[in-house]
């Protein structure tokens, strides 16, 4: 490439480049918003000057400790305060946090700890008897810091060397952090749920959490001062990158240990909660709650959801109860969402199935997504957008993940031929939205057709009696496979297995219908997403 | 630096990484929102499909014509379709838009022309006399490309090899345009509107435009589908990056070629616009209007000021007539806006006096700017924060230009100490609010005391009869300089130059009261700013 005029003396200076950081937008909101409420957990109420200063003392004691770039903060946090200042001290320190699912074994955990090298381990009480667990099966031997927490269910004893006040005694508040030198390098280690083998440790990057927090902003609309309340766990995906988008606008974080209707309803009408996320699963939970746990609100109140479609009827219902609700899609490797269901105004004329219909699709990308698609893996060519062609989900774009970590084979395969392979099935309509319609691993292969499972769980779900409904695959001599569906029953509702399946036989082609209708409680991972291995595990043992 | 486990095999890939560039914006909205209005130009209506279409014929037509990275596509257009669509078809070849400031003289657009060695100008027929001359005196010899628009208000001679709408039919409407390699490469040219001698030339990167464009959409909490009215001028700093911001909401983007009360209510009540943009004269010329000439409308209209603080007066009148005001600030070198007056809730219960007096202040950082200060040049340190203390305002971060075309010794003054040096003069507030006194060049020395001449201009403004003020420095053998007052008075209002400077007496200390009152015409530049360099040359004539 030729130099053009435009590429002499015109470089780089630190007046006009600085690598992207999420942290900037906690610094400027404690500047320009010191007495604003940035954080309620409980009773108690801290200011962003507060939350500003806290954690910057976490990034100087964490300095004075020896942590330094690249070194791994693992986190056993519900969603405190501790859990939010974990997302900005830890990076501020030009360290990488690893915040771990609290429902994780421990096996598992000591995995993480091992495979992540954590250095540092801060574990709230209530998880320190599995963490004590883990700790004697893992070979990595962290500082391990105590987290007491007021607000726990329970406290288990202290574990660490020592508490976290104690820790953040020891740094500075006014200490002087530097931006990382590169936008590129790591902020956050998620490990996939995983539901097989060893979870894959997925690497963020600054670049790329700034952005997917500015997408937050843009996708959902938010104006200033949002209230966030914290149903989605913050170990997931770093909560969707929430901790760091509301700080842009100056808002305020709603902690909650633990998804409950009251608790829920409680929040949303004493601090006017504006916006909260989480899986279907939670909507459920607020609009089946009994009325003694619900508490009434005016005000608009928006949910944003994924992990799957929301049905009709969930929809119906909170629409009934006062909340909008816009579908989101994403995975781990795309730091959550990085797909919207842009509504269209057209859609208001539609009825209430029609209007569910279009919202069930997952959508268009993320503004600081560069493009989703669904592709035929084999030839990584776009399928024709007949909303019938199935092909591969993928991702292109800077909210994609650097990579596994210490996977070098995996990240190859993942991030090959310029797209992020998602491992999800879907199909791509006229008007470009794509929509998903099964993991490929849940894809049911009956009498050589495909069955989508979330196809045959979508006309369980439109049944009245069904609060919740898992489909896998079963073998079947003849057929192969044959779906084989699990059923929760609402609360005094009631129905038999035959009754659903003439229901799907009305509703769904014949060979998708379920030949095996099981009621069961439903094995959900923390995030409300059903475990289809363990269904299959059930299918089997029938 | 040592690698750490986050920096091995977790490299940039096309799937994860892809350079910044704001032409992704209009892409987005044309695949998810084809149908919807982005355009009004008098009875002209563009949806995001065709708007996204031709941009990408004038690409590809440019490309056709062998323009590629680093060429200058120079522009002389009115707020016009072509103009917008020369914000995305430009860069989209690889080239850079030179949109020039249609008030220009034959002399200076010739400068412009050549030292931005255009290689295609593009020029609306209204501008072609002008333009023949320049192009006379101009070395450069671009391909020149008329552009005919049925609402301009007189029409020159064709003086191109062909016509804008032959040069897109020459494109292809699917034209595979790239995303920059770098998104440091250059999207735009601008030139100072230069108070004296040839102007410099500020050069934008697509990195910056884009997050400019998205610092909008965060600071305006504009939320989806806005429409937008354009009153500022596309030349002035790209529209302050607008072109591309409303693109990330789908909204609409209403043209306007000249700036005049009628055609601005007008387009306000038929089109419900949301949002308009302009210095402080255009919401004068908005309240000041004749009844006849105004058009009621109910809906809420945010007007985005900058040039110069409002005066308390019209704010006053813009909230009885229905507008919301935000304060913005910047430079042509920091894209336009890159400091906003963050709005406070605590001020909402101040008088109109005190809401006047804190929304004067220009404000705290946008947040892609990541910081902005009042520093001492000589020191380069911060000045207290006392509301007092006069220093240079300097910015640093993403949103501050490459630098000036082929001047590197501007450049390295402008970007010295890790600083963008602005010229103005302000204060920081105890709240860490920043406010401007003057331009270096424009403060008043009188016995050795500083005068600021905006605090001149603020206490004339306050008197009732006066519609504008502009006030510079005269010699004087005694006391070195004094302040010399020019006045414009409103239409129908009386005053004589005793009463105005009795009023001043009344509301300034004594030497900064000005010693000479003219009633005169202001010179002001095309974006409504006072051209003090001429009020200069008129007190110097006196």
Chains 1, 2 share one sequence.
């Not at 780089?12 to 604003?36: D, G, K, S, W, Y």
Request: glycine letters at 8%; aromatic letters at 8%.
């Amino acid at each position: 490439m030729n130099p053009t005029p435009y590429d002499v003396d015109l470089d780089r200076t630190p007046a006009n480049h600085q690598p992207l950081t999420p942290i900037v937008f906690l610094e400027r909101a404690a500047r320009v918003f010191p007495e604003r409420t940035a954080v309620i957990h409980g009773a108690l109420r801290r200011d962003y000057r507060s939350f500003w200063e806290r954690s910057k003392q976490l990034g100087s004691a964490l300095q004075r400790r020896g942590i330094g770039r690249g070194d791994t903060v693992a986190v056993m946090l519900a969603n405190t305060p501790a859990m939010l200042e974990c997302h900005y001290g830890v990076p501020m320190a030009g360290a990488v946090l690893n915040a771990l699912n609290t429902r994780l074994d421990a096996a598992v955990l000591a995995h993480c700890l091992d495979h992540g090298e954590a250095r540092v381990l801060i574990v709230d009480r209530e998880f320190s008897p599995v963490m004590r667990q883990a700790l004697a099966l893992a070979a990595a031997k962290p500082l391990v810091v105590d987290y007491d927490d007021a607000l726990a269910p329970s406290r288990g004893e202290a574990i660490g060397a020592l508490d976290y006040e104690a820790l953040l005694a020891e740094g500075d508040e006014d200490f002087a952090w530097r931006p990382p030198a590169d936008e590129w390098d790591a902020i956050t280690l998620n490990y996939t749920s995983g539901t097989t083998g060893n979870p894959k440790g997925v690497v963020y990057h600054h670049r790329g959490a700034y952005l997917t927090a500015v997408g937050n902003v843009l996708s959902a609309a938010m104006g200033r001062h949002p209230v966030y309340l914290w149903t989605l766990p913050m170990f997931h995906c770093n909560g969707w990158c929430f901790p760091w988008t509301i700080s842009i606008l100056g808002g305020t974080h709603v902690c909650l240990r633990q998804v409950r209707a009251p608790a829920m309803y409680e929040a949303i009408a004493a601090h006017q909660v504006t916006h909260l996320c989480g899986a279907p699963i939670v909507m459920s939970t607020l609009i089946n709650a009994p009325a003694e746990d619900k508490r009434p609100f005016d005000h608009a109140v928006s949910f944003m959801t994924a992990a799957a479609p929301p049905p009709e009827v969930v929809l119906a219902g909170m629409k009934a109860a006062g909340f909008g609700v816009t579908h989101l899609y994403g995975l781990t490797e795309t730091y959550g969402p990085a797909v919207v269901n842009e509504w269209q105004g057209a859609w208001d004329a539609l009825d209430a199935a029609g209007q569910a219909a279009k919202k069930a699709r997952q959508g268009v990308n993320y503004v600081p997504l560069e493009a989703v698609d669904v592709l035929d893996p084999a030839t990584m060519r776009p399928v024709p957008a007949d909303g019938e062609t199935l092909g591969e989900v993928m991702f292109r774009g800077n909210i994609v993940m650097k990579g596994y970590l210490k996977n070098p084979e995996a990240t190859r395969q993942a991030l090959a031929g310029g797209w992020f392979h998602s491992g999800d099935l879907g199909v791509k309509h006229p008007d470009g939205y794509i929509q998903l319609k099964d993991r490929s691993k849940d894809i049911i292969i009956s009498g050589g057709e495909n069955i989508s499972s979330i196809e045959v769980e979508e006309a369980l779900y439109k049944h009245p009696a069904v609060q919740a409904a898992g489909v896998v695959a079963r073998a079947d001599e003849t057929w192969g496979e044959t779906p084989c569906a699990f059923v929760e029953l609402k609360p005094g509702a009631s129905a038999t297995a035959q009754e659903l399946i003439d229901w799907c036989r009305q509703n769904l082609a014949r060979y998708k219908v379920p030949r095996h209708v099981v009621f069961a409680e439903i094995p959900k991972t923390s995030t409300g997403k059903i475990q289809k291995f363990r269904l299959r595990d059930m299918a089997k043992a029938l």
